[in-house]
């Protein structure tokens, strides 16, 4: 049986007579990786550019509209008596290309370059959670939504603005102030427009505008529908609606909606489907498929516990923020840093090794000598995900080396090799 969508008929071709090819026959298998070798003249190139493709190329040109062949030309007639079986065809340029981990033969060829638009333009983009293709939906609905909030909850509407651009944005900024708004947010850090705001032109940044602070309460309802349309129309369909007081936000889209996980997503572009882009790349593995992982064996001594670093990759308990950091990871999820490893139940274990599932957390933070406190929203990913990190910032080898006795290299976890984030992926 041929699975659904293959090519099931056999490629004929009948006394070519192309170039130096005398009266060839021959009969190909569909579906099938055919290489055709020979010494130099033999007609390789005659057989499978001249002959093959031109044909293929051919039939596919006649089979469009008169009005668009004007714009292609004609290809000429292979010189043989009778072809079956050959559908479109492509050729792809022959290249001598340096060693490079991240190439493939789809990025050398630069076909990859043609997918990444067919998948971005004429894909349907599916929720990697649920699996459901996810659809459009009402500025109406996203209202609805945020008005189901808890009363007194106080939010922030952002607007989508730039992501992943580098630059200083002072002619953005400007532009954005002449508008009439006040505050933006560039990489989670909120800024009033008329202070000067430090950015670094070589990094990338994330920058929203703020275009409205509410609080939900009986009577918001005409106040937050301006403030969506405006935030979705500067959004290019998307706003943001972040939680002033637990740092929590959620993207809300009228292009893209999953409604069975209940998350929206950003429209993707080709460059989404890029590993070598920041935008497209699995955020672990860099886009390369395969990661060095740490081995839990090697570094977990099963007998301590947290607060006698029980982990030889992780960031000391002694250290004020780390020291804080796990005892409020301690409170919320109900275990003690003092207890030993291998007595942990396995919810304290992923919570310390892999993170939580919020995107930010809380945290009340004390200064063990001055008495100091404070509270800090923290996105904490694990032990594992800020020691791989500081693997992959190490300008020095000395310490890659020393930290690569403790791990093996291994297909990443997260995009299973596939290379790209969790949305495109789908």
Known sequence: MVAEGTHSQKIELHNVRVHNLKSVSLTLEPNQLICFTGVSGSGKTSLA???????????????????????????????????????????????????????????????????????????????????????????EEIIEEVLKRPQKARLIIL????????????????????????????????????????LDKSSSHDVDIVIDRIEITPDIRARLTESIFMAIEIGEGSCIVLDADSGDE??????????????????????????????????DCQGMGVMH?????????????????????ASSYTTVRYGNIYDNLARLYHFDVHTPWNKLSDEAKTVFLKGTEKKWTRMFFMHPETGATWHDLVQWRGVLHEAYRRYQEAKSDTYKKKLEVYMHKGICPTCQGGRLKAYPLA
């Not at 081995?295 to 030889?312: E, W």
Request: with cysteine; hydrophobic share 35%.
């Open 49 to 139: 550019f001249d002959t093959i493709f031109v044909e293929g190329q051919r039939r596919y040109i006649e089979s469009l509209s008169q009005h668009v062949r004007r714009f292609l030309g004609d290809l000429p007639k292979p010189d043989l008596d009778m072809a079956s079986g050959i559908t479109p065809t492509i050729s792809i340029e022959q290249k001598t290309t340096g060693k490079n981990p991240r190439s493939t033969i789809g990025t050398i060829t630069e076909i990859y370059d043609y997918f990444r638009v067919l998948w971005a333009r004429a894909g349907i983009a599916h929720c990697p959670i649920s699996g459901e293709p996810v659809k459009s939906r009402s500025k």
């Open 159 to 198: 607007a989508p603005y730039a992501r992943g651009k580098k630059g200083e944005f002072k002619d953005d900024l400007e532009a954005i102030a002449k508008k009439g708004f006040t505050r933006v947010r560039i990489d989670q850090t909120i800024w009033l427009l008329d202070q000067e705001i430090p």
């Open 250 to 283: 959620q993207l809300l889209s009228t292009k893209a909606y999953a409604a069975k996980s209940g998350i929206s997503y950003p429209p993707l572009d080709p460059q989404d489907f890029s590993f070598n882009s920041p935008s497209g790349m699995c955020p």
């Open 293 to 313: 992982q740490f081995d839990l064996s090697k570094i977990i001594d099963p007998t301590k516990s947290i607060a006698q670093d029980c982990c030889l990759v």
